[in-house]
């Protein structure tokens, strides 16, 4: 019986991010954009987030999608990025070191949705919308129709579609490529 979980990011991309400063949603996107262009050449999932600090731009941490590479279902970009932070900052609740965002190159899955609430950032900036990661087969699971609203309900603010243009190229291509879908 296994008794030990251990998820990485691949060392090119925390050595993007370590200095990266992106003071502004489409900074932000574009960065997280070009990240899973990268992991879908990595033959990975087409998705990438990044924490940031909503006051400097300064870059937290960051994560893409390691579903396939590290057989966990869980290991969704968003995720990888939360705990990421979390273990950057040295705390759970990230309003405890400031305000930060989580900016995602797709709109959270249900999973995911679910974790930003316990994760303590203050905003939620996404570019590829839900209707965008379905049309190439992706399951986003049961999210409510107003996921925005009890997010805001919460006070985490809610940005987005951004660039979705260029975040839905990137779910293209991994359909072109013929990526697995789950
Ligand atoms: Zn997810």
Redesign the pocket.
């Known amino acids: 019986m296994k008794a030990k979980v251990v998820l990485t990011i691949p060392d090119s991309l925390r050595e993007q991010a370590e200095h990266l400063i992106a003071p502004n949603p489409e900074s932000r996107m574009r960065a997280v954009i070009g990240w899973a262009s990268d992991n879908v050449d990595r033959r990975e999932g087409p998705f990438a987030a990044g924490v940031f600090n909503l006051d400097t731009g300064a870059c937290l941490s960051a994560g893409v999608n390691r579903v396939l590479s590290s057989g966990c279902s869980v290991a969704?970009a968003?995720?990888m990025a939360l705990m990421l932070a979390q273990q950057q900052a040295g705390v759970v609740d990230l309003s405890q070191k400031g305000r930060f965002v989580l900016t995602t190159s797709a709109q959270?899955?249900s999973?995911?949705f679910g974790a930003i609430p316990w994760s303590g950032v203050a905003a939620l900036e996404f570019g590829a919308d839900r209707g965008d990661v379905e049309a190439i087969g992706f399951d986003e699971g049961p999210c409510p129709d107003d996921w925005r609203e009890r997010l805001e309900q919460r006070n985490i603010r809610v940005h987005g579609p951004i660039l979705q243009t260029e975040a839905v190229a990137v779910l293209q291509e991994y359909a072109r490529s013929g990526g697995d879908i789950y």
């Open positions: 969704h968003e995720m959270p899955c999973q995911c």
